[in-house]
T-cell receptor, first 111, second 115 residues
Framework: LAKTTQPISMDSYEGQEVNITCSHN???????ITWYQQFPSQGPRFIIQGYKTKVTNEVASLFIPADRKSSTLSLPRVSLSDTAVYYC????????????FGQGTELSVKP | DAGVIQSPRHEVTEMGQEVTLRCKPI?????LFWYRQTMMRGLELLIYFNNNVPIDDSGMPEDRFSAKMPNASFSTLKIQPSEPRDSAVYFC?????????????FGPGTRLTVT
């Protein structure tokens, strides 16, 4: 089965910019790409969503190339409180557009 | 708004027993999703509803699992009979969606342990 693929873990320091990339080769044509943040013992929380090019909100930016086969979540100037697991979510065209979460990237921010 | 409400928050049961998980979506949302999260398989979509109608249940593991949404403010996920491999955190999420643009709001989850 096609997958959405993310790095398992990343380390960073406070104040740095962090970029997390998700590969989704079989993204469904009409689907948006959505990123979520999850803290331990909580449900995932919506961060940002986009269809193509670049989207920016108050917490993150999302970069999507023209072929939409990947996307990069950018977190500017991370703090300790950004330590969490980050997931991408897309529809898989090989599975009838079924929503598939990536396996998650565990981000650890150090002082 | 109270957000998505799930109950119970924790459930411990013995193999073979029936388990019912409950979800109240955010008022006005027209989509409801049920997910399961485990260390081995990550977050998996089990089933989702649009306007109380099941749209895709291809993620439901087997016939022991069933889900209903009798009205816009309530959904249940039932496991009968339960097995130890069903132990996981089950999340309910809801969204107000246009096309394939899902901005889902998740509940706190139900941690199910089957012994």
């Amino acid at each position: 089965l096609a997958k959405t693929t993310q790095p398992i873990s990343m380390d960073s320091y406070e104040g740095q910019e962090v970029n997390i990339t998700c590969s989704h080769n079989n993204i469904a044509t009409n689907d948006y790409i959505t990123w979520y943040q999850q803290f331990p013992s909580q449900g995932p929380r919506f961060i940002i969503q986009g269809y193509k090019t670049k989207v920016t909100n108050e917490v993150a930016s999302l970069f999507i190339p023209a072929d939409r086969k990947s996307s990069t979540l950018s977190l500017p100037r991370v703090s300790l409180s950004d330590t969490a697991v980050y997931y991408c979510l897309v529809g898989d065209s090989n599975q009838g557009g079924k929503l598939i979460f990536g396996q998650g990237t565990e981000l650890s921010v150090k002082p | 708004d109270a957000g998505v409400i799930q109950s119970p928050r924790h459930e411990v049961t013995e193999m073979g027993q029936e388990v019912t998980l409950r979800c109240k979506p955010i008022s006005g949302h027209d989509y409801l999703f049920w997910y399961r999260q485990t260390m081995m398989r990550g977050l998996e979509l089990l089933i989702y509803f649009n306007n109380n109608v099941p749209i895709d249940d291809s993620g439901m593991p087997e016939d022991r699992f069933s889900a209903k949404m009798p009205n816009a403010s309530f959904s249940t996920l039932k496991i009968q009979p339960s097995e130890p491999r069903d132990s996981a955190v089950y999340f309910c999420a809801s969204s107000l969606t246009s096309g394939r643009r899902y901005e889902q709001y998740f509940g706190p989850g139900t941690r199910l342990t089957v012994t």
